[in-house]
């Protein structure tokens, strides 16, 4: 499954921007789906992750949580990251992913996740 996101982009402490993660031609709504972020110097971390087919439930990082929020479109094959009150600390490279396991743990590791994308850069300023 190829997947592109789109949408990071340098904004001001505060603000709010939306992620989108296509996949474009591929059906996505048996997977899945999962943001993680990477800093500079740090691992890949966990952010959000939905489960598949409705995406009824839903996870989050608690260092995000309340402040974003993931969702689907399985008749656009998409998913979305709403990101609101930023803050410096959210700058980093945020992928999309999917995968197959959704289990209503509290936190995912990559290697749980099958399919990635390149990436799109989120910057925060203070």
């Known amino acids: 499954v190829t997947l592109i996101e789109s949408g990071g982009r340098s904004v001001p402490a505060g603000g709010s921007l939306q992620l989108s993660c296509q996949a474009p031609g591929r059906t996505i709504s048996g997977y899945a789906m999962g943001w993680f972020r990477q800093a500079p110097g740090k691992e890949r971390e966990f952010v959000a992750i939905?489960?598949?087919?409705?995406?009824?439930?839903?996870t989050y990082a608690d260092s995000v949580k309340a402040r974003f929020t993931i969702s689907r479109d399985n008749a656009k094959n998409a998913v979305y990251l709403q990101m609101n009150n930023l803050k410096p600390e959210d700058t980093a490279v945020y992928y999309c992913?999917?995968?197959?396991?959704?289990?209503?743990?509290?936190?995912?590791?990559?290697?749980?996740?099958?399919?990635w994308g390149r990436g799109t850069q989120v910057a925060v300023s203070s």
């Open positions: 992913a999917a995968g197959s396991i959704y289990d209503g743990r509290t936190y995912y590791t990559p290697a749980e996740f099958d399919h």
């Open positions: 939905i489960s598949r087919s409705d995406g009824t439930s839903t």
